[in-house]
């Protein structure tokens, strides 16, 4: 459920597409060899993000952001600065969501742009791209964060 909503947002949709994930994965269990756990949470995790993109993609809303540079962005936010997971999670939900989808697979699922750009069929430079504007946009959003809590 936590990868379904890592990627949609929405608790109602999020559901429908675990739902379809484990349909998806009884049926292609057979073919799996699983030696250790970690192995088939990661398996399933796959799907689960796979029906979620595929499940967006069929709904027409699946929106990227303009290319820019990767080089365009640079980092702000000072070291000292900790976050909750709670609060983590909140921030990626406030991406837009073309930002959202490739923050997820490069730095959660551990994809690669040219796997990313295989999967959302958008080019390489476009995926590190939105990598690079979904982490300035965290960024921002982190120090906003710790301004207001140093204010409050």
Do not use: C
């Not at 929405?10 to 484990?22: G, L, R």
């Not at 960024?139 to 140093?150: C, D, P, R």
């Amino acid at each position: 459920m936590s990868v379904a909503q890592r990627y949609l947002g929405s608790s109602a949709q999020a559901s429908d597409i675990v739902q379809e994930s484990m349909i998806r994965i009884f049926h292609h269990l057979s073919q799996l060899e699983v030696r250790e756990e970690h192995t088939f949470k990661a398996w399933m995790a796959r799907i689960t993000s796979r029906e979620a993109i595929r499940w967006r993609k069929k709904q027409g809303r699946f929106i990227f952001q303009e290319e820019l540079s990767p080089d365009h962005f640079a980092p702000t936010l000072p070291q000292d600065v900790t976050f909750q997971r709670e609060e983590l999670q909140k921030m990626l939900m406030q991406l837009p969501e073309g930002y959202r989808m490739v923050f997820n697979l490069y730095v959660i699922e551990e994809y690669s742009h040219k796997e990313i750009a295989e999967l959302l069929e958008i080019t390489p430079s476009a995926s590190r791209s939105q990598l690079s504007r979904a982490r300035a946009k965290l960024q921002a959003l982190m120090a906003q964060k710790k301004v207001y809590e140093k204010v409050s």
